[in-house]
Nanobody, 124 residues
């Protein structure tokens, strides 16, 4: 069982930066691939970025590639998402997710554990 708690969301102007964190419970954090998803009002939850537990390989949604960076600090059981050059279309609730698989899936059903989400609002 893994419990996830996100933090770091807030209101930022277009072009600004935020860093989201996801604190995970349990002693097996380093055996889980971790991902970030987001959901805007009236839209489906969508994949943003993920990092594999086995080799640290990362994968990004095309529209955030080069602006967002996903990373993890296993000693602190924490996942991060550094978001730069934010745009109004990045506005959403951001969720972190965990999967015991070493491969990275872009569909929500692939991920077993979810946090409650943190709101990110980017003003124009």
């Amino acid at each position: 069982q893994v419990q996830l708690v996100e933090s770091g969301g807030g209101l930022v102007q277009s072009g600004g930066s935020l860093r989201l964190s996801c604190a995970a419970s349990g002693r097996t954090f380093n055996s889980y691939s971790m991902g970030w998803f987001r959901q805007a009002p009236g839209q489906e939850r969508e994949f943003v970025a993920a990092i594999s537990w086995i080799n640290g390989r990362t994968y990004y949604k095309d529209s955030v590639q080069g602006r967002f960076t996903v990373s993890r600090e296993n000693a602190k059981n924490t996942l991060y998402l550094q978001m730069n050059s934010l745009k109004p279309e990045d506005t959403a609730v951001y969720y972190c997710a965990a999967s015991p698989s070493s491969s990275l899936g872009v569909n929500s059903w692939y991920w077993q554990y979810w946090g409650q989400g943190t709101q990110v609002t980017v003003s124009s």
